[in-house]
């Protein structure tokens, strides 16, 4: 069983189109951060959420985390082929203590102008 | 904007050779990590590292695998004797400091071993 669950694991969208990518688990986290990946590079924080319901805007991207603090979607409005990538979510695994996090599977995520 | 560097970025060895991948982090972080990820899999973590100790450690990092911080800057993931399976994208990251209830990481862009 994975921890955190991402979907879907793969969209191709054109360019304009909306688009919600999850982030789902069945246990309660402190906070979870998003992530971008480009093919070759390492990992890119976008955000975190640590407040259930909370929601941050990052321009045309809009994360919420879940009211329970057991998921979190990303939005992303007007797509551009910029935004192409993999998007992951992570969680932290000890509470004040910041030690490893636990990355969900990945969104690749591709737009096409 | 200061970065964590990684060398080299691409490095292919033959199978029981030992290989040394580098960091440098960036300078006010004081937690150190090294995570792997296999070619279409998940990012995973190895260890971590900590006031020159290593603080924890995934099951993945067996006796093959060690890490150090020779001198203040740089923070070194040496494998003994590389297996095929030891194939991945090795991502360096660090943490600043005052960030521990959450854990962010700053990822270098990671050092490609390809064994053979």
């Known amino acids: 069983t994975q921890l955190l669950e991402q979907s879907p694991q793969f969209l191709s969208i054109q360019e304009g189109e909306n688009l919600t990518v999850y982030c789902n688990s069945s246990s309660v986290f402190s906070s979870l951060q998003w992530y971008r990946q480009e093919p070759g590079e390492g990992p890119v924080l976008l955000v975190t959420v640590v407040t259930g319901g909370e929601v941050k805007k990052l321009k045309r991207l809009t994360f919420q985390f879940g009211d329970a603090r057991k998921d979190s979607s990303l939005h992303i409005t007007a797509a551009q082929p910029g935004d192409t990538g993999l998007y992951l979510c992570a969680v932290p695994t000890i509470y004040n203590q910041g030690g490893k996090l636990i990355f969900g599977q990945g969104t690749e995520l591709s737009v096409k102008p | 904007e200061p970065e964590v560097t990684q060398t080299p970025s691409h490095q292919v060895t033959q199978m029981g050779q030992e290989v040394i991948l580098r960091c440098v982090p960036i300078?006010?972080?004081?937690?150190f990590y090294w995570y792997r990820q296999i070619l279409g899999q998940k990012v995973e973590f190895l260890v971590s590292?900590?006031?020159?100790?290593?603080?924890?450690k995934s099951e993945i990092f067996d006796d093959q695998f060690s890490v150090e911080r020779p001198d203040g800057s740089n923070f070194t993931l040496k494998i003994r004797s590389t297996k095929l399976e030891d194939s991945a994208m090795y991502f360096c990251?660090?943490?600043?400091?005052?960030?521990?209830?959450?854990?962010?990481?700053?990822f270098g862009e990671g050092s490609r071993l390809t064994v053979l």
């Open positions: 990251a660090s943490r600043p400091p005052g960030h521990s209830n959450t854990g962010e990481l700053f």
């Open positions: 300078s006010n972080h004081l937690y």
């Open positions: 590292f900590y006031n020159n100790e290593i603080s924890e």
